[in-house]
């Protein structure tokens, strides 16, 4: 199994191989089971998470949290306003002066820049938390969910994942984490909102690696066909409010989940969806609340994968001293207390 005493972050899956990816979701479900009895071993006891939130998060913030709070470590919240990112003191400085107090980064940005510029200067682990590009930690968790949902007898290699709608950081991350495990990716949208040549090109390389394959069209109908999973996500993100009316014309109603498409997939196919989700826009009520819908499951998967790969970047890099070594110090340091004033 890969392990990073050196530094490393996680800011893309690009930067793994598969083989790596699949060490962690191994690692992964071998933290779930032992949360489900009760029994998480507190691997990162006295380390310290720094969260940064350029926006709020509901999955993103509880998982973190609590994910260091089960492993015997401790999260920072902070968020604009509290520490002096970019504003007052420079991006470097900030990553420069929180590594020397932390073990480990999360950082949620809203330009990916942003993230890169953290990641180049600190010198703990800095995790990517979400940026307006990619969303890693949520497509980890998606793929691990497909994993336990996925037909009896199968394998990653045999699913056909379908994404329905606009080409968001989740579509990209998806695209990329799928076909680099081999996986059949479709990704079904109006043209105008199709993912760039670019990360196509990403994905197509991918592809050419793993044996996986990329579909991109406009006929949502043929798209779901095949389908294993349906995954759609909200059609504007943050700073496109002004393009909201076009957006619904151009996705309404053909390229929203509802039943009636639901059917078209194959029996066995299940809903995905990252949240958080506008009922009613993109998906209906009655896909999202029925016994085909698995996000309930995919939104707890994100705390058993944030704890798989906040021990995979950061154990290896703690030190272990020595019982000996405690009571010398512990020792040394009480009998100075102790002294004090006589």
């Known amino acids: 199994m890969a392990q990073f005493a050196d530094l490393r972050h996680f800011i893309d899956t690009q930067d793994f191989t598969k083989e790596e990816l699949l060490d962690l979701l191994e690692l992964i479900r071998l933290m779930k089971e032992a949360d489900k009895q009760g029994v998480t071993p507190k691997l990162l006891q006295d380390t310290s998470l720094a969260m940064i939130f350029e926006e709020p998060s509901t999955r993103t913030r509880i998982s973190f949290e609590v994910a ?9 919240y902070l968020k604009p306003g509290e520490i002096h990112l970019g504003a ?3 991006i470097d400085d900030t990553a420069r002066v929180i590594s020397r107090m932390v073990d480990v980064i999360m950082a949620r940005t809203l330009k ?16 990517n938390g979400l940026t307006d590009y990619n969303h890693p930690t949520q497509v980890v968790c998606d793929v691990f969910t497909m994993m336990e949902h996925m037909p009896a007898g199968r394998r990653l290699e045999d699913l056909h994942v379908t994404f329905i709608g606009d080409a968001t950081n989740v579509l990209n991350s998806l695209m990329f984490i799928c076909t680099q495990m081999g996986m059949h990716f479709t990704h079904a949208a109006p043209q105008k909102y199709q993912p760039p040549p670019a990360w196509q090109e990403i994905a197509a390389a991918n592809c050419a690696q793993s044996g996986g394959s990329l579909t991109v069209t406009t006929d949502v109908q043929d798209a779901v066909r095949t389908a294993d999973f349906i995954y759609t ?5 943050v700073g496109q409010e002004e393009q909201i009316p076009e957006r619904r014309a151009a996705f309404m109603p053909g390229y ?20 958080p989700a506008s009922r009613g826009v993109e998906v209906t009520d009655e896909v999202m609340d029925s016994p085909r819908s698995i996000i309930y499951d995919q939104a707890e998967n994100r705390l058993h994968v944030e704890k798989g790969i906040l021990v995979w970047l950061v154990y290896p890099r703690l030190k272990r001293p020595s019982p000996a070594l405690r009571a010398y ?8 207390v102790e002294g004090l004033g006589n």
């Open 256 to 275: 929203q989940v509802n039943m009636d498409l639901l059917k078209k997939a194959p029996q066995h196919c299940k809903f995905m969806h990252c949240l």
């Open 88 to 90: 007052r003191e420079s």
């Open 68 to 76: 260091m709070t089960k492993l015997g470590g401790h999260a920072l």
């Open 233 to 237: 996500d909200l059609w504007w993100w």
């Open 112 to 127: 990916h820049e942003t993230l890169l510029k953290l990641a180049e200067a600190a010198s703990v682990p800095v995790i």
């Open 329 to 336: 110090h512990a020792g040394r340091i009480q009998a100075f």
